[in-house]
């Protein structure tokens, strides 16, 4: 155990989310590796649980709202007086190039290095696209999840896998037939969810199959495209929205699908993909960043563009039963390389360089 102290830059700290639920995982794994961890998040939720060795230090719990003036304002003031008042040995900033970029001006008075990890195609403009490049540039080292998951070329991007809970999704398949279809995925527009369900539609063997989509909205965009799906598709008996789910539940519920679908473009590599394959389902992808799930055969049928997915359905529905078992043991093998486990070993290692 490393006799020391690392900081952790965060924005949010909550098991109910969806998608913040695994930062309590990875905050806990981290923290075995040191005598105590201090974590600074924008917001905090009204659940978690965090190993004893952690502190907790937040901006927003759920009930406020304040500006972003005062957020910021409080952010430095607090950032600037955990830096004052201890050695931390590393700081880590995980998704969130703003507080390390302010961080970092504290940090660099006592030598302390840093660690980015951004996973996303990232802004392509505006403000947000010069704190995320200067936050890369001051960064001692960057990390991601795939090679296509940083959206700048900086030698320093380091991909080191994306940190899902495999033991607790893996479920073992004997058989397979297309009757379920998850589409595990924010409802956003950028997820092409329309296009998905459009093709569904089309397929030979439509009315025997069961579609849900698994996943809440972020903000007002989402909620007006939410709404739009809903009115487009509510004459379909066999669409489901089952809206956001809490974490936890989910590797229980993924149990009764057989194919998930996602329709994100290159540069998302979609933690959905991975924690699907541990569950033992098969994906249809866009981006060739999940190649490495399936043998070239599957490939062919699995990776989609989207005008031909319908095409790409039908022909599964009539694939080699045997084959796809053997590809979703392959794709659950490959889908454990990205375990948190395996990400903060990698991780720790890169702290101490």
């Not at 495999?166 to 595990?184: A, H, Q, V, W």
């Not at 993924?254 to 569950?279: P, R, W």
């Not at 999940?290 to 039908?314: A, E, M, P, T, V």
Request: aromatic residues 12%; contains cysteine; positive net charge.
């Amino acid at each position: 155990l490393m006799n020391n102290k690392l900081l952790i830059l965060n924005l949010g700290v909550d098991s109910e989310n969806t998608s913040l639920a695994f930062t309590q995982k990875w905050i806990n794994e981290i923290s075995l590796n040191f005598s105590s961890v201090d974590v600074l998040t924008m917001k905090v939720g009204s659940k978690h649980r965090l190993n004893k060795n952690v502190n907790l230090f937040f901006i927003n719990d759920q009930n406020t709202n304040y500006s972003k003036i005062y957020q910021l304002k409080k952010l430095n003031k607090l950032t600037r007086k955990l830096i004052k008042d201890n050695n931390y040995s590393h700081c880590f900033a995980h998704m969130a190039p703003m507080q390390h970029l302010l961080a970092k001006f504290y940090l660099l008075q006592k030598n302390i290095k840093t660690t980015l990890w951004f996973t996303h195609s990232g802004p392509s403009f505006g403000i947000k696209w010069l704190i995320l490049w200067f936050s890369s540039l001051l960064a001692d080292n960057l990390v991601t999840a795939s090679k296509h998951s940083f959206p700048f070329r900086f030698k320093k991007v380091k991909n080191i896998g994306h940190g899902i809970n495999y033991d607790i999704f893996f479920e073992k398949r004997t058989t397979f037939k297309l009757e379920n279809i998850s589409i595990l995925s924010r409802v956003s527009k950028s997820k092409n969810i329309e296009n998905t369900l459009d093709n569904i539609i089309k397929c030979k063997n439509f009315k025997n199959i069961n579609i849900d989509v698994i996943g809440g909205t972020l903000n007002n965009n989402d909620e007006e495209y939410l709404n739009e799906l809903l009115t487009k598709y509510k004459n379909f008996k066999n669409i489901n929205f089952l809206g956001k789910q809490p974490h936890a539940k989910l590797p229980e519920l993924l149990k009764k699908y057989d194919v998930n679908i996602n329709n994100a473009q290159k540069g998302f590599f979609d933690k959905a993909v991975l924690e699907t394959s541990a569950a033992g389902i098969i994906n249809f992808y866009r981006s060739e960043d999940f190649d490495f799930l399936y043998s070239k055969n599957l490939q062919n049928i699995l990776r989609f563009d989207k005008n031909n997915l319908f095409h790409k359905i039908d022909e599964l529905v009539s694939y080699d039963k045997n084959e796809i078992i053997a590809n979703i043991e392959n794709a659950q093998k490959q889908s454990k390389n990205h375990s948190t486990s395996n990400v903060v070993e990698n991780l720790i290692d890169i702290f101490s360089q």
